[in-house]
Nanobody
Framework: VQLQASGGGLVQAGGSLRLSCAASRTIHSSVVMGWYRQAPGKQREFVASIRSGRDPNYADSVQGRFTISRDNAKNTLYLQMNSLKPDDTAVYYC?????????WGQGTQVTVSS
């Protein structure tokens, strides 16, 4: 499985961005897909995840501002990010685990200016 993340960029605080993550093949809706991020000098951290039949999970820091979704017909995962803050600045990675193997996208840079 190859994951291609896109949609990052530079935005002012309070602005919005939508990230996309296209998978190279169909990933069953029951398989968890998620977003992580890594800020400079910090460890990679969980942002959000989604799978069919369950409510999405969010990190406390993004709850109420970010929305994760997926379009199974397009094999694409999304992350809608609203009310962005400078602390959201990071490289964002999409991830999934298929047949006990982790797959990561290449990352997309999000920079929020104050």
């Amino acid at each position: 499985v190859q994951l291609q993340a896109s949609g990052g960029g530079l935005v002012q605080a309070g602005g919005s961005l939508r990230l996309s993550c296209a998978a190279s093949r169909t990933i069953h809706s029951s398989v968890v897909m998620g977003w992580y991020r890594q800020a400079p000098g910090k460890q990679r951290e969980f942002v959000a995840s989604i799978r069919s039949g369950r409510d999405p999970n969010y990190a406390d820091s993004v709850q109420g501002r970010f929305t994760i979704s997926r379009d199974n017909a397009k094999n694409t995962l999304y992350l809608q990010m609203n009310s962005l803050k400078p602390d959201d600045t990071a490289v964002y990675y999409c991830e999934t685990n298929v047949e006990s193997r982790d797959y990561w996208g290449q990352g997309t840079q999000v920079t929020v200016s104050s």
